[in-house]
């Protein structure tokens, strides 16, 4: 069946360091989301990818979506305590998302 | 608009009882989610529903029922609970129509303890 990998399973970085996680399906994607949830709270979307290569900023987040549409990162440029949570990646299959098992961010003020 | 709400927000139950956790939209979404959420496991889906009267097994569906009788919605039913449905669980609801940022929006969740 399909699977969506997800690494690293944690990452603490100090305030101001960069931040990657790397999302990897083992079949090719008609899209990927990615999403946010803080710690106690609730997965929320942050965006989603469509087109083979796209690359997507907001603010100090850069999502790319890999040529063969099977792969995708999320970069964080000089990470914020704000940043703190766990980030997901999801690839869709007919009517189901499958979730990555998530990155989870600690960033060291 | 509240979104999506789920009830309730905490339960502790011990093996063998039973218990429905609601999720409710107002957004008129037509797709709906349950999903349990465990340490380093992700969100894994349970059920999920295409609109009113129709459900589906997702991923982990086995010693959980739904129903979606109405379609703001989604009832999650655990008949005799064991202590492996420990977890945080969430709904999720969705727009039918694909297309740009077709988002999943998701309930604050519910934490149940099976003893």
């Known amino acids: 069946g399909q699977q969506v990998m997800q690494i690293p399973q944690y990452q603490h970085v100090q305030e101001g360091e960069d931040f990657t996680t790397y999302c990897n399906s083992s079949?090719?994607?008609?899209?990927i989301q990615w999403y946010k949830q803080r710690p106690g709270g609730h997965p929320v979307f942050l965006i989603q990818l469509v087109k083979s290569g796209e690359v997507k900023k907001q603010k100090r987040l850069t999502f790319q979506f890999g040529e063969a549409k099977k792969n995708s990162s999320l970069h964080i440029t000089a990470t914020q305590t704000t940043d703190v949570g766990t980030y997901f990646c999801?690839?869709?299959?007919?009517?189901?998302?499958?979730f990555g098992t998530g990155t989870s961010l600690t960033v060291i003020p | 608009n509240a979104g999506v709400t789920q009830t309730p927000k905490f339960r502790v139950l011990k093996t063998g009882q039973s218990m429905t956790l609601l999720c409710a939209q107002d957004?008129?979404?037509?797709?709906m989610y349950w999903y349990r959420q465990d340490p380093g496991m992700g969100l894994r889906l349970i059920h999920y529903s295409v609109g009113e009267g129709t459900t589906a097994k997702g991923e982990v569906p086995d010693g959980y029922n739904v129903s979606r009788l109405k379609k703001q919605n989604f009832l999650l039913g655990l008949e005799s609970a064991a202590p492996s449905q420990t977890s945080v669980y969430f709904c999720a609801s969705r727009r039918k129509l694909a297309g740009e940022n077709n988002e999943q929006f998701f309930g604050p969740g519910t934490r149940l303890t099976v003893l």
């Open positions: 957004m008129n979404h037509e797709y």
């Open positions: 079949t090719t994607l008609s899209n």
């Open positions: 999801a690839g869709p299959r007919r009517y189901q998302f499958y």
